[in-house]
């Protein structure tokens, strides 16, 4: 199995600053994945973050907005730029490894609670 | 365009009853559905699915797909308070349904 951790946990930022969210994987995965949930809703795609190329962003998500580096194949970062209040959301980072079924299993970070006042 | 449908939203049982909860899907090109079980902030992997038939996680949880008529159930039997969560579908490269909310009450 693979385990992830995200940091911050959770942040309480000012609308149009920026935040950094930094993913740790303790194995070496090829995809990393970054998802949205906003409050009672389920998670969205933001990007997959291939290491050595740039992110694959979704419909409604583009790179200015939620700029990703992906340096080595167990860390990424997910940016979220010039923050409104509607950017208010649990963002997690996800992985597929390997897992006791034997087969790939998808693996999700603890995520980051972002608040935007 | 892909899309995964959840029902029921919500549910709410008591402990000892068995659940099904459904999840429909309109997929291009099907590569695997995947259930997720999510508490509080992280969801947990349930399944994969990837061709019809049944494949089971635990004594009590057990998935079936149908790739002709493009859905899965999930089914949780003899449901314990521990039950209670948002189960979630996703589809492929993951995109998500909107969950199932599940209450199990003692």
């Known amino acids: 199995s693979a385990v992830i951790s995200q940091k911050p946990s959770r942040d309480i930022c000012q609308r149009g600053t920026s935040l950094t969210i930094q993913c740790q994987v303790d194995?070496?995965?090829?995809?990393m994945f970054w998802y949205r949930q906003q409050p009672g809703q389920s998670l969205t795609l933001i990007a997959t973050?291939?290491?050595?190329?740039?992110?694959?962003?979704e419909s409604g998500f583009v790179i200015d907005k939620f700029p990703i580096s992906r340096p080595n194949l167990t860390f990424s970062t997910l940016t979220v730029s010039n923050m409104s209040p509607e950017d208010s959301s649990i963002y997690l980072c996800?992985?597929?490894?390997?897992?006791?079924?034997?087969?790939?299993?998808?693996?999700f970070g603890p995520g980051t609670r972002l608040t935007v006042l | 365009e892909d899309k995964v449908v959840q029902s029921p939203l919500s549910l709410v049982v008591h402990e000892g009853d068995t659940v099904t909860l459904n999840c429909s899907y309109e997929?291009?090109?099907?590569?695997?559905l995947l259930w997720y079980k999510q508490e509080k902030k992280a969801p947990t992997f349930l399944f994969m699915l990837?061709?019809?038939?049944i494949e089971k996680k635990s004594g009590r949880l057990s998935s079936i797909l149908d790739k002709k008529e493009l859905f899965s159930i999930l089914n949780i039997t003899a449901t314990q308070t521990g039950d209670s969560a948002v189960y979630l579908c996703?589809?492929?490269?993951?995109?998500f349904g909107a969950g199932t909310r599940l209450t199990v009450k003692p």
């Open positions: 996800s992985v597929r490894h390997s897992g006791t079924s034997g087969r790939n299993e998808q693996f």
């Open positions: 194995s070496q995965v090829t995809m």
């Open positions: 973050a291939n290491q050595g190329s740039e992110a694959t962003y």
């Open positions: 997929v291009t090109n099907f590569r695997s």
């Open positions: 990837t061709s019809s038939g």
């Open positions: 996703a589809l492929n490269d993951m995109r």
